[in-house]
């Protein structure tokens, strides 16, 4: 017998290639090819036809799958409303983030309602998981402990037990015995993926899988592990901060982009049922540099505050300091305010910051950046009881953005009286707010810092 040829594969993005290469021509990542056990090919042909597929059409009513709750409301929300049976949940966030922490808490909450729960520890022996379940105050809750890393052994102790929810800390330490190759290899991480959704599906076992994250920030092993599972949650947050934010990239049984905002205490993880205020809370008075942004993370509004900082450079080439935004987002808003509104930023460092530990992703923050760099670079304070947000587009135009009421309505609760939003914004009833409209970026400028 010929002996099969040997397949490469891109731990990032997870293309094969039949010979090993420096760079990924799929992704373009660097040092990411690694080689893997070949899978088997299957049957050459086949001897038998197969039985005819069941269909149904589009109009088919179905009721929706029944859900668990834990308990913790921030994690109900984004899993959209529960824990749904039979799904798989993968996990990632860096390591010390908290991860382990959250589902110790959430398998003591989710047992507590009477659900069977397992949790099965692969990078720490049970004396481990105990101390710091006895830290929690979790020792008396009704949990399966385990620890073990040969994935036969765990699934024949699901099949045996049976559980609700099974927790797998984490799938890089999980090993199949019959792949050949290292735990926490391509290989071994896509094959035990493999087997433990098979698994959940078959059994109507949820199961929750932890994973490690890349440099990159990016769950460790082939981007093929994120499609096998439902849903795919990351745990976000500077280690030095108190807030965490737990974000739905992926969810089959929920809305994506949701969040979840937990606060780090000595006593674990405690959910913060009104991030807008906690994210705002240290804003004692109106300072330059400091913008309130009205943006919406899934289904949730929540407010929080752009600091800039922009000062003159030593250096030849001006630092351009970034901490939860794209940085390719602030150079577009610097190019953009220096070619249509005339304000250059040569020779000047730039350092840009949301506070809280929040990542923005959506493009209605521009017009709150765009103001948080100009009052930075004017040394000019804007009123505390403002809130801004708007799209910015290449031409200096606003551009409106959706869920206007829900933004505003958020920052009235707050107590913001001022907003200002492009114009062409929907505003459908009465927000009790004082509304100012602005067509594009000069205007903008121009009122609010008597320039442009």
Aim: net charge neutral; aromatic share 4%.
């Amino acid at each position: 017998m010929s002996k099969s040829s040997p397949s490469f594969t891109c731990t990032a993005c997870g293309a094969t290639s039949r010979k090993w290469q420096g760079r990924c021509d799929a992704c373009g990542a660097w040092n990411t090819i690694v080689e893997e056990a070949p899978l088997s090919a299957g049957p050459k042909s086949l001897g038998h036809k197969g039985r005819t597929i069941p269909l149904t059409d589009l109009a088919t009513e179905e009721a929706p799958p029944p859900r668990a709750s834990s308990g913790i409301e921030e994690l109900d929300r984004v899993l959209g409303g529960g824990l749904v049976p039979a799904s798989a949940i993968l996990v990632g966030g860096d390591p010390g983030i908290g991860k382990s922490t959250l589902l110790l808490q959430a398998a003591a909450s989710f047992a507590r309602t009477g659900l069977k729960i397992l949790y099965i520890s692969g990078e720490e022996a049970a004396a481990q998981v105990r101390m710091r379940a006895q830290r929690l105050g979790l020792q008396e809750a009704p949990v399966g402990l385990g620890a073990e890393t040969n994935l036969r052994d765990i699934l024949t102790t699901l099949d045996a037990e049976r559980p609700a929810l099974a927790i797998i800390d984490s799938i890089q330490t999980m090993w199949l015995d019959t792949v050949e190759a290292a735990p926490g290899s391509v290989s071994q991480v896509r094959a035990a993926a493999h087997e433990l959704v098979t698994f959940a599906k078959k059994r109507g076992v949820a199961v929750i899988l932890v994973g490690h994250v890349t440099k990159e920030g990016q769950i460790a092993g082939p981007r093929v592990v994120e499609h096998m599972v439902d849903t795919v949650l990351y745990f976000e947050g500077e280690r030095g901060h108190q807030f965490r934010i737990l974000r739905a990239v992926k969810n089959r049984f929920g809305p994506a982009d949701e969040i979840g905002v937990f606060e780090m205490t000595g006593n674990g993880l405690a959910q913060v049922t009104n991030p807008s205020a906690l994210f705002l809370s240290d804003r004692d008075r109106p300072a330059p540099g400091s913008a309130v942004f009205a943006g919406i993370e899934g289904t949730r509004p929540v407010l929080t505050e752009i600091q800039a900082l922009v000062a003159p450079s030593p250096l030849g080439t001006p630092r351009r300091t970034v901490v939860g935004l794209e940085s390719g987002r602030l150079s577009t808003i610097l190019a953009v305010l220096e070619a249509r509104c005339g304000i250059p930023f040569t020779g000047l460092d730039v350092f840009l910051n949301v506070a809280g530990g929040l990542r923005v992703n959506e493009p209605a923050a521009d017009l709150a950046v765009a103001a948080a760099l100009l009052s930075a670079r004017e040394d000019v304070a804007i009123p505390p009881n403002m809130v801004l947000f708007g799209e910015i587009s290449l031409s200096g135009a606003l551009r409106p953005v959706g869920q206007t009421e829900n933004r505003l309505k958020e920052a009235s609760k707050l107590g913001f009286q001022q907003a200002t939003l492009p114009t062409g914004s929907k505003t459908a009833g009465e927000t009790g707010m004082s509304l100012r409209t602005m067509p594009d970026l000069t205007a903008f400028v121009g009122e609010m810092f008597g320039a442009g």
